[in-house]
């Protein structure tokens, strides 16, 4: 089935380590964004991009990085620098560059800092 | 990328219509009104979009008003599955959706 595949769904990880999310679409999609998600908040932009090799910081990019090698991949590395990186984390993927399309999001990974 | 304002929260009653307002005022000609919305701890789920006319499909129906600073999302006969945040946003032209609080909608059986 086409989709859009964060993993893991649950991940934990100890303070001042760096942690990586996957993010895996196969529906042939120009662009990926990620988000992130505070309890009682609606989704801040992280990064995004429009095509491979290429990517933009959104509103909330410091302490995180991303990378966009392959079409069908958009990894985002929380680092050590992130301050509060626990956070749901979201995921998506769009077709047209026009902007007059549906965005596909993935289930999210929730990550956990302790 | 346009901001948009929604009411925090709405009740409907189950079977009935649920109708959620957006404000829009600062939209530009070339940018979509698009509605999402999310379950409790689910990805953002798409609804609707669209730029100058009405739109509907098999989930809802989309008024944006005439001077498009404003919109109304639709939906026809609200179920108990229907409870979840509704997002409305402008945008796109540049890829960038941002989303804000979005409105908690809560169908009552």
């Known amino acids: 089935d086409g989709g859009i595949t964060q993993s893991p769904k649950y991940l934990f990880r100890k303070e001042g380590q760096n942690v990586t999310l996957s993010c895996e679409q196969n529906?042939?999609?120009?662009?990926m964004y990620w988000y992130r998600q505070d309890p009682g908040q609606g989704l801040r932009l992280i990064y995004y991009?429009?095509?491979?090799?290429?990517?933009q910081k959104g509103d909330i990019a410091e302490g995180y990085s991303v990378s966009r090698e392959k079409k069908e991949s958009f990894p985002l590395t929380v680092t050590s620098a992130q301050k509060n990186p626990t956070a749901f984390y979201l995921c998506a993927s769009s077709i047209d560059r026009r902007g007059n399309t549906e965005a596909f999001f993935g289930q999210g990974t929730r990550l956990t800092v302790v | 990328d346009a901001k948009t304002t929604q009411p925090p929260s709405m009740d409907c009653a189950e079977g009935r219509a649920a109708n959620l307002p957006c404000n829009h005022s600062t939209i530009s000609g070339n940018e979509y009104v698009y509605w999402y919305r999310q379950i409790h701890s689910q990805g953002p789920q798409y609804i609707i979009h669209?730029?100058?006319n009405n739109e509907t499909n098999e989930m809802a129906s989309l008024i944006i008003t005439e001077d498009r600073k404003s919109s109304t999302l639709i939906l026809p006969h609200a179920t108990l599955r229907d409870t979840a945040v509704y997002y409305c946003?402008?945008?796109?032209?540049?890829?960038?959706?941002?989303f804000g609080k979005g409105t908690l909608l809560t169908v009552n059986p």
């Open positions: 669209g730029l100058k």
């Open positions: 991009s429009q095509i491979v090799n290429d990517f």
């Open positions: 946003i402008v945008g796109g032209s540049n890829y960038k959706l941002t």
């Open positions: 529906l042939n999609h120009d662009a």
